[in-house]
């Protein structure tokens, strides 16, 4: 049976999500997604990806601030959906919009839950060292996170895996899952378990300061660090390149044997950690764009 989806989310996660929603034969009658931002040198609007996604699907999309003004709860309540899809959309809901789909909201998480609760989860995951993530598909309540779960996928986490490799395979993982998970809603047969009680944790928004690599950190502890932060926001170290210091992303890396100072470039290209030493493998210079290690290192000579 087709159900009327109103769909709320914002980055590139989401997309694969509402694409699958609509494939799957259900109509989306509404996108609800974050006002475009300014991005770039030129500070230029623009959409975000949801937005730019329904509108080629021809999806009326709005951009509420938020859900305070009567009107905006109002205009949702006219969708008359029979759920709201929710990914990443970047504002918690209030109890009026909760309730107004008459099968509620389901939101997709890229966590096992209730580990990694909160706005950066796949981060997170992989700059703790996490073996393994996944993918949930819960009933939304007013608290952050902390709805019943009525599918989860499990996802193992390689060693050498960033951010950026594991954001595709939950995106993928979580269109299919929330896709499947819309007809035994309807059906009134998808049961919800509680989450437990136990190993609570929350992936609060990546802070500037984090993202500079502490050599002082064992070289395993940095290989997270960057691959968790890898593409975006990059973990960076600061080198004086003969300019001064210059911010240098390491996008990817990894540990090898070696002994200095925390924080010196070794001969070969590593930089000595607290126990071991770390090789990058590509990097990027404020400006430009990721090149390997090997050509960085031979165009730059940095200062004693």
Same mark, same amino acid.
């Given at each position: 049976?087709?159900?009327?989806?109103?769909?709320?989310? =914002?980055?590139?996660?989401?997309?694969?999500? /509402?694409?699958?929603?609509?494939?799957?034969?259900?109509?989306?009658?509404?996108?609800?997604?974050?006002?475009?931002?300014?991005?770039?040198?030129? #500070?230029?609007?623009? *959409?975000?990806?949801?937005?730019?996604?329904?509108?080629?699907?021809? &999806?009326?999309?709005?951009?509420?601030?938020?859900?305070?003004?009567?009107?905006?709860?109002?205009?949702?309540?006219?969708?008359?959906?029979?759920?709201?899809?929710?990914?990443?959309?970047?504002?918690?809901?209030?109890?009026?919009?909760?309730?107004?789909?008459?099968?509620? !909201?389901?939101?997709?998480?890229?966590? #096992?839950?209730?580990?990694?609760?909160?706005?950066?989860?796949?981060?997170?995951?992989? /700059?703790?060292?996490?073996?393994?993530?996944?993918?949930?598909? /819960?009933?939304? %309540? %007013?608290?952050?996170? =902390?709805?019943?779960?009525?599918?989860?996928?499990?996802?193992? &986490? +390689?060693?050498?895996?960033?951010?950026?490799?594991?954001?595709?395979?939950?995106?993928? $993982?979580?269109?299919?899952? /929330?896709?499947?998970?819309?007809?035994?809603?309807?059906?009134?047969?998808?049961?919800?378990?509680?989450?437990? %009680?136990?190993?609570? =944790?929350?992936?609060?928004?990546?802070?500037? %300061?984090?993202?500079?690599?502490?050599?002082?950190?064992?070289?395993?502890?940095?290989?997270?660090?960057?691959?968790?932060?890898?593409?975006? *926001?990059?973990?960076?170290?600061?080198?004086?390149?003969?300019?001064? *210091?210059?911010?240098?992303?390491?996008?990817?890396?990894?540990? $090898?044997?070696?002994? +200095?100072?925390?924080?010196?470039? #070794?001969? +070969? +290209?590593?930089?000595? !950690?607290?126990?071991?030493?770390?090789?990058?493998?590509?990097?990027?210079?404020?400006?430009?764009? *990721?090149?390997?290690?090997?050509?960085?290192?031979?165009?730059?000579?940095?200062?004693?």
């Amino acid at each position: 049976m087709s159900l009327r989806v109103v769909f709320m989310g =914002t980055p590139a996660f989401a997309v694969p999500v /509402m694409e699958a929603v609509a494939e799957a034969g259900h109509a989306i009658v509404a996108a609800y997604t974050r006002a475009p931002a300014a991005t770039g040198r030129g #500070l230029k609007q623009r *959409p975000s990806p949801v937005h730019q996604a329904a509108e080629g699907r021809g &999806i009326p999309v709005l951009t509420p601030p938020n859900f305070r003004d009567p009107a905006d709860r109002a205009g949702f309540e006219a969708r008359e959906a029979d759920v709201a899809v929710v990914v990443a959309y970047g504002l918690l809901l209030p109890k009026p919009i909760l309730d107004a789909p008459r099968l509620g !909201c389901l939101n997709l998480h890229a966590s #096992l839950l209730p580990r990694w609760r909160g706005a950066a989860p796949i981060h997170r995951a992989v /700059m703790a060292g996490d073996a393994e993530t996944g993918v949930a598909v /819960m009933r939304m %309540e %007013e608290g952050l996170d =902390t709805g019943p779960i009525g599918l989860e996928t499990r996802i193992p &986490i +390689g060693r050498d895996q960033t951010t950026g490799d594991l954001h595709d395979i939950l995106a993928a $993982e979580g269109a299919r899952l /929330m896709a499947e998970a819309l007809g035994p809603l309807e059906a009134g047969t998808l049961a919800f378990r509680p989450q437990p %009680e136990d190993g609570v =944790t929350y992936a609060r928004k990546i802070g500037n %300061e984090e993202a500079r690599i502490d050599w002082s950190q064992p070289a395993g502890r940095v290989h997270d660090l960057v691959r968790g932060l890898s593409p975006a *926001p990059g973990a960076y170290v600061e080198l004086d390149l003969g300019r001064g *210091p210059e911010r240098i992303k390491i996008l990817r890396g990894k540990p $090898e044997a070696g002994s +200095g100072e925390p924080g010196t470039v #070794l001969p +070969g +290209g590593l930089i000595a !950690c607290a126990d071991g030493a770390y090789r990058p493998l590509l990097v990027q210079r404020p400006g430009k764009g *990721p090149i390997e290690a090997d050509a960085f290192w031979r165009g730059v000579k940095p200062a004693a």
